[in-house]
């Protein structure tokens, strides 16, 4: 019997599979594809996501850099911008990396901790009872049986889990929108001129009256472009995408025939979305059966925000589970994936479907996005919009009293010196552990962890900037995020014992 089978393995499926490795638990990935995707879909990373990368060492890994994320100076809003730069706490990062390459190094990371993928087989059916997820399975030698003690669907916004599993996904569907874009040769420029608009630098999201055109540089000569329509006639998805409907849609949202023609480029992509889905469904859990980012909700691609939902979904389930499959943790600790993502994912649906309506065409849309630009003017407001944008605004609740900043909050990325070394929170979660930080170097933090040693790491340390140290320890989980907080006046740790117990199981005498 395997412990887990996740079914899909794209971006949050293989990210999920890494992220049980990591603990000692090595899932089956089940694929129905009979390799690797090669369609290209998201071009890179937005919000949280990339911070989350780094703690686990991936940011590295996978842009070739040796330096931390830094934040990006404006982003877009319902192609509005948002000036970042004016925010002393940015929290919108960005990693430009297709998803395509994303899935190869995801699959090469997979593999080194030994995680084995089956592509070709196809979950068909399967039955759960009290021990464990029977699955009827369509490979290619034909089917067979398999039995797992939990089963994860990551298999997409059509999930074949999730109907078989009788869970609702409920929502809204718009049939007649349609965005096309492609990778197009174009002279090599800084900006691309568009009638009544000026020039449009890369990475903007022009709103015109006839929809919303966006680019973006892959290389010298080679660019990225998007052009999506509202209340457009549907294309059956069996209709092949071409280069010409790319550039007659083009013409139509710019409003002129750009300098365009198609790119002598082994990636180069065309992809056509017609309608656009915001579901979500009913539940995330059914028993032994988890979903998993589209699985688990669809919507606008408006904002990039897809990855950073999705992925963090499989950081959040990754630990819990296997906690749960090494017997560290009961059925509580299991049903906390629902209680704190579900959240997460309505705050995405809900800035996804705002960004649609300031995207839309006519006068009243054009008068409510100048108010919105006048807004966008405070600090407080796009202070407020960049988090939600980011994922940054996520605050799951501890069960610990107080009002600590941290509480509940991501762990941000100090630098420290830990046993006169110079290191950084990212590079102390790599390995996917639990960590308390000590700031005050208590021999007494550390005989209180004791019963909790296999599973949460001391750490010693102190920031290297005067005036950072956010507390006097803190219990941070895998994930990244605060569970719980010790301030300098309260020297007995109280609620510490609770904390550990809730998030790691019962202490196991020293």
């Not at 469904?281 to 988890?290: I, L, M, P």
């Not at 796009?382 to 509480?407: F, K, S």
């Not at 909050?409 to 290191?423: A, F, G, N, Q, V």
């Not at 933090?445 to 004791?450: E, G, H, I």
């Amino acid at each position: 019997m395997h412990d887990v089978v996740i079914a899909g393995a794209g971006p949050n499926g293989l990210m999920l599979a890494c992220e049980l490795s990591l603990a000692d638990v090595r899932p089956l990935l089940l694929e129905a594809r009979p390799e690797r995707g090669i369609v290209q879909r998201a071009n890179g990373l937005v919000g949280r996501v990339v911070q989350v990368m780094d703690y686990r060492g991936l940011y590295q890994r996978f842009t070739g850099t040796d330096t931390p994320p830094v934040p990006v100076p404006m982003f877009m809003f319902g192609s509005l911008q948002l000036d970042l730069y004016r925010l002393p706490g940015n929290p919108m990062y960005t990693m430009r990396l297709p998803q395509q390459q994303l899935e190869e190094h995801l699959a090469a990371r997979a593999a080194e901790l030994g995680v084995d993928i089956a592509y070709g087989n196809r979950i068909a059916d399967f039955a759960q009872d009290a021990d464990c997820v029977t699955l009827q399975v369509d490979g290619p030698d034909g089917r067979y049986e398999l039995r797992a003690r939990y089963l994860v669907a990551a298999d997409g916004g059509k999930s074949t889990i999730r109907k078989l599993a009788g869970i609702g996904f409920p929502g809204y569907t718009n049939d007649r929108y349609a965005s096309r874009a492609g990778w197009v040769a174009m002279p090599d420029t800084d900006t691309i001129e568009i009638p009544g608009h000026g020039h449009v630098a890369p990475m903007s999201f022009l709103r015109t009256e006839q929809g919303i055109f966006a680019y973006l540089k892959i290389a010298p000569g080679i660019y990225m472009m998007n052009a999506s329509e509202s209340d457009v006639d549907p294309v059956p998805d069996d209709v092949p995408m071409t280069f010409d409907e790319l550039r007659a849609a083009l013409r139509r949202v710019a409003g002129t025939d750009l300098p365009i023609a198609p790119p002598d480029h082994p990636d180069a992509m065309l992809r056509r979305v017609s309608g656009v889905n915001t579901r979500m469904a009913e539940k995330y859990r059914d028993g032994r059966v988890f979903l998993l980012g589209d699985a688990a909700h669809v919507h606008s691609a408006t904002g990039g925000p897809g990855l950073n939902l999705g992925l963090q979904d499989a950081v959040n389930l990754g630990w819990k589970l296997a906690a749960r499959v090494k017997g560290r943790a009961g059925e509580e600790l299991l049903d906390s994936y629902q209680e704190e993502r579900y959240p997460v994912g309505k705050r995405v649906m809900l800035s996804t479907m705002a960004q649609s309506v300031l995207n839309g065409p006519g006068p009243q849309i054009t008068a409510l996005r100048t108010l919105f630009t006048e807004l966008l003017d405070y600090d407080d407001t796009l202070a407020h919009i960049a988090n939600l944008m980011a994922g940054a605004d996520v605050r799951y609740e501890t069960g610990q009293r107080g009002d600590h900043p941290l509480l509940g909050k991501w762990m941000p990325d100090l630098h420290l010196i830990t046993d006169e070394r110079r290191t950084r929170v990212a590079e102390l979660m790599r390995a996917g552990e639990a960590i308390l930080l000590d700031f005050q170097d208590s021999d007494e933090l550390t005989r209180a962890t004791s019963a909790w040693s296999d599973r949460v790491r001391v750490v010693r340390a102190r920031c290297t900037t005067r005036g950072e140290q956010p507390a006097a320890a803190v219990l941070i989980r895998p994930d990244g995020y605060v569970a719980w907080v010790a301030d300098a006046d309260d020297p007995v740790h109280s609620g510490l014992g609770a904390a550990l117990t809730r998030w790691f199981g019962a202490p196991v005498p020293v």
